[in-house]
């Protein structure tokens, strides 16, 4: 996956636990989970604005962009 999502580096920095960021989001923990995994297709804007709110930081500071290995150019 190009897009990889940073949210145990910021949970770590908050000193803060998947269930309290879940529950201060607003979504469920299975849900977290593949946001954390990397297994997300999408991600809503309402969402990705919610975590930003709970861990006081910036979209970029969760989501970073890295060129497949495998992909040709």
Request: net charge neutral; proline share 3%.
């Amino acid at each position: 996956m190009a897009i990889i999502i940073h949210i145990d580096v910021m949970l770590a920095k908050r000193k803060m636990s998947v269930t309290e960021l879940s529950e201060r989001v607003g979504i469920t923990m299975a849900n977290l989970s593949i946001l954390k995994n990397g297994k997300a297709k999408a991600i809503r804007i309402s969402t990705l604005e919610a975590i930003c709110k709970a861990l006081d930081c910036q979209p970029g500071d969760l989501l970073e962009y890295k060129e497949d290995q495998d992909t040709p150019g």
